[in-house]
């Protein structure tokens, strides 16, 4: 079995660590400990490669990763990454960012407390000066105040909720969603900017981009009202820092809470001197939760990049996902996997690619089509296939691409997408949705009905609906020692469809033999 070259450059939870090594594709290279210069030698045979802000993916770098498909950076920031030369050489930058979504959202409280309670400096007075006088600390309440949330992301959204159980008055701006993911969670939704500059308190959680660098400036602060508090837990540079520090000093902004700069480390920024501002060193992901998750997230994405199955997260693709609502990256992640799939439980020569999309989600059917194609093509072309030479090769192969609105959504699903695969033996269609907080779901196979996650080593047995298939199932996998992990079983008209997860690897014979199996129409065995 050929194996994968994963090299972790820089430090990670060990639990990311452990996925790596306990997966028998993959062969694990542990490279943080090691000079920078000694890790251009050892990246040449990688795959793809885990970093974080220790190592810079630069030219040397790069020249020196002349196997590298994909680059995993494990955090939300990519400053370190030279996007442009990963993108010549068709090297597909990724990165992590939703994995830190509470420790940030966490810390975005704590600063908002801090400023309007003024505690860092209460706390200094009595911990280090020994003085205790209560009447040098009055602050003000959260309770009542109006809260302006700039950019209703994973991050900002999740605030926006913790402030309304302080029974907050809050507002959000974001012209890059629909008002209702705001209203639909009792959250006032403007498109006036001048409505979160007329709040209490607001706090930025918005990429850092050419459209949001320096959002807030001197013209912006002026329209603020005297004594505003403002927080910025998300990116440096986000807020002017002179225009900040101007203001702070002549008491427009009454406090701010600040943890990102835009150069770091910041240990003799200006902002420092201030007695108004609370600060803290970058933390928005240090949380021992969150580095674990970032961690886990990062090994699990470079496995999956690795075998070409998807790209989560992925920054340079032919689609600029900057610009494209948060709601649709992972539809487009569930359909490259249900593509994937589809081409595993028939293996024989693809004559057709059809995707069909139910819901909002119709609007962004060339890019599901190219992530579809890219899935399907993977399983018989593998690394040569990628997001921009993917319909070439369906061209090459005489592959029709197509794809369908469907202008009526009766599926029950608030979105719906649909991958149908014809081969020359047959036609398999899985459908899929995503609920909320990003949860992918594989919803039918084949017009049978399932909640299955697209994930781990699955068995697709369609079978005639007669008594005892089940048990002489499990006998036969555990004779083999194969562990069920789950058993999902859809039965319809024509019979029954069983998809079961396994612990192990499934070998051919195994396959035969169910294959062989009284009950038993079709038997597949997959991989996600």
């Known amino acids: 079995m050929s194996k994968h070259t994963i090299v972790v450059c820089d430090h990670i939870h060990e639990d990311g660590l452990n996925i790596l090594q306990n997966t ?37 770098f790069l020249n020196a990763a002349v196997n590298l498909k994909a680059i995993i950076r494990a955090g939300v920031g990519y400053d370190n990454v030279d996007m442009e030369g990963c993108s010549k ?13 509470i420790a940030a959202v966490e810390l975005t409280m704590t600063h908002m407390l801090s400023c309007m309670r003024k ?53 959000t701006y974001d012209p890059y969603i629909p008002s209702t993911k705001a209203t ?75 943890d990102v700069f835009i150069k770091e480390p910041a240990i003799d920024h200006p ?13 928005g992901a240090n949380t021992k939760e969150s580095q674990k998750q970032i961690a886990i997230q990062a090994a699990e994405n ?50 057709s690619i059809s995707v069909c999309a139910q819901g909002e989600i119709s609007e962004y059917l060339d890019s599901l089509n190219t992530f579809a194609t890219v899935g399907a093509l993977t399983v018989s072309s593998g690394d040569e296939v990628n997001y921009v030479n993917s319909k070439f090769w369906a061209e090459e192969k005489g592959i029709t691409i197509d794809s369908c609105e469907v202008t009526h959504n009766t599926s029950g699903y608030s979105n719906k997408v649909t991958v149908k695969i014809t081969t020359e033996k047959g ?40 008594p005892g298939v089940i048990g ?16 999902r079983l859809s039965r319809g008209k024509d019979g029954a469809l069983a998809v079961i997860l396994v612990d192990e690897k499934i070998c051919s014979n195994t396959v035969k033999r169910l294959e062989n199996l009284e009950a038993a129409i079709s038997v597949a065995y997959a991989e996600i």
């Not at 000694?38 to 630069?58: C, F, G, H, P, Y």
């Not at 607001?202 to 403002?230: C, R, S």
């Not at 609920?435 to 080593?457: A, C, H, L, T, Y």
Request: hydrophobic share 40%.
């Open 24 to 60: 028998e594709d993959v062969n694990y290279v542990y490279a943080a400990d090691i000079d920078k210069t000694e890790l251009l030698n050892v990246i040449k045979d990688a795959d793809v490669a885990i970093t974080r802000s220790s190592t810079d993916v630069d030219e040397k």
């Open 119 to 171: 505690f860092p400096y209460a706390h200094n007075q009595l911990k280090q000066d020994r003085i205790w006088k209560r009447e040098d600390w009055y602050g003000n309440e959260l309770y009542g105040k109006k809260l302006g949330v700039i950019g209703f992301g994973n991050i900002g959204h999740r605030v926006a909720l913790r402030a309304k159980s302080f029974e907050m008055d809050v507002v």
């Open 302 to 351: 470079a496995i999956e990049s690795a075998r070409g199955i998807a790209y989560p997260n992925a920054l340079n693709l032919p689609i600029d996902e900057s610009k494209i609502p948060a709601f649709v990256k992972p539809y487009i992640e569930l359909t490259q996997k249900m593509a994937f799939l589809s081409a595993q439980i028939d293996k024989s020569a693809i004559r």
């Open 89 to 101: 050489r068709g090297i597909i930058a990724m990165n992590v960012p939703t994995a830190n979504t």
């Open 271 to 283: 902002l420092l001197d201030l007695p108004n501002i609370t600060v803290t060193a970058h933390l």
């Open 427 to 466: 036609v398999n269609t899985i459908s899929g949705t995503v609920f909320d907080e990003n949860v992918q779901r594989i919803v039918e196979i084949n017009n049978f009905v399932f909640d299955i996650e697209p994930k781990g080593k699955m068995i697709i047995m369609r079978n005639n609906d007669i």
């Open 472 to 487: 002489e199932v499990g006998k036969l996998l555990g004779d083999d020692n194969i562990n069920i992990a789950d058993f």
């Open 184 to 258: 639909d969670l009792g959250i006032k939704y403007t498109n006036n900017f001048q409505d979160i500059l007329d709040c209490d308190l607001i706090t930025i959680h918005t990429p850092k981009n050419q459209e949001t660098l320096d959002m807030i400036g001197e013209e912006e602060i002026a329209k603020m009202k005297d004594g505003v508090v403002l927080i910025n837990c998300a990116r440096g540079g986000l807020y002017n820092e002179d225009a900040l520090f101007n203001n702070l000093k002549s008491g427009k902004i009454a406090m701010a809470g600040i």
